[in-house]
Structures are given as structure tokens and as C-alpha cells.
């Protein structure tokens, strides 16, 4: 199994979304994607740091997606309402977003994702 560090990695940024959202949120209408990508990202986070595979693939999306937003958010012109969009974009979406592919993509990581399921009647019990 890969390291239960990776699901640091959404579980930070989903609750640093999640604040961000409840921070900002007095006189500004967000929609319902706004306020659901922190607990989203928290769910990923929480299932990749259970070892649960289908967190593997939703956070191979949300890795890829991080990239997209990130490289889109960089590489847009200047704002005079938002000076350091760019700086955002690259600091909260890129470099997490690439981390998280560095991350998922190790030769470790798919080895433990190829490995076939261990069914729950062959594990060992501690306490029979």
C-alpha cells in the first residue's frame, strides 16, 4: 500500500477551499460547485488515507483538473480587480494538482493498485 500521505495532499486543499468558501461567503453568491469542491476534496483526501482505490481514480481527476485550472489561471492576462490571480492559480491549483500526479503515478503506488483484492473472510482477526 502507498504511503497514507497522499491523502494529505486533497485533504489540505479541500479544507482550505471549504474555509475559503465560508470566509468569503457574506454577501457573495457561490453556487453549489463552489461549496461543494472543499468537502469533495475532503472525501478524496479521507478515502486515499484509508487505502480505498476508488479514492485512486477521483483523485487522479481532481490531480489533472488542479493542473488544467492551474496552468489556465497562470497563463491568463492580468487583472486590475485581481493583481495575483496568476500567483492563486499556480500556488492553489498547479503545484498541488502536480504533486498529487507525482504522487499517484509512482511505480509504488500503481504496484498497490495492481495487487488483486484481499477478500475480507481471509484476513486475520485480532481479537476472536
Known sequence: ???????????????????????TSSGTDYSLIDWAFGPVLIGIGLGLLFGQRWAWALALLAGAGGVVVGVMG?????????????????????????????????????????????????TSRYFE
Open 74 to 122: 497562470g497563463t491568463s492576462p492580468g487583472d486590475i480587480a485581481a493583481p495575483g490571480a496568476q500567483i492563486v492559480g499556480v500556488v492553489l491549483f498547479l503545484l498541488p494538482g502536480l504533486a498529487l500526479l507525482g504522487t499517484l503515478l509512482q511505480p509504488r503506488t500503481l504496484r498497490w493498485l495492481r495487487q488483486p483484492r484481499v477478500p475480507a473472510e481471509s
Open 1 to 23: 500500500m502507498p504511503s497514507r500521505a497522499i491523502g494529505l495532499i486533497p485533504l489540505g486543499v479541500g479544507a482550505l477551499g471549504l474555509l475559503a468558501t465560508v470566509e
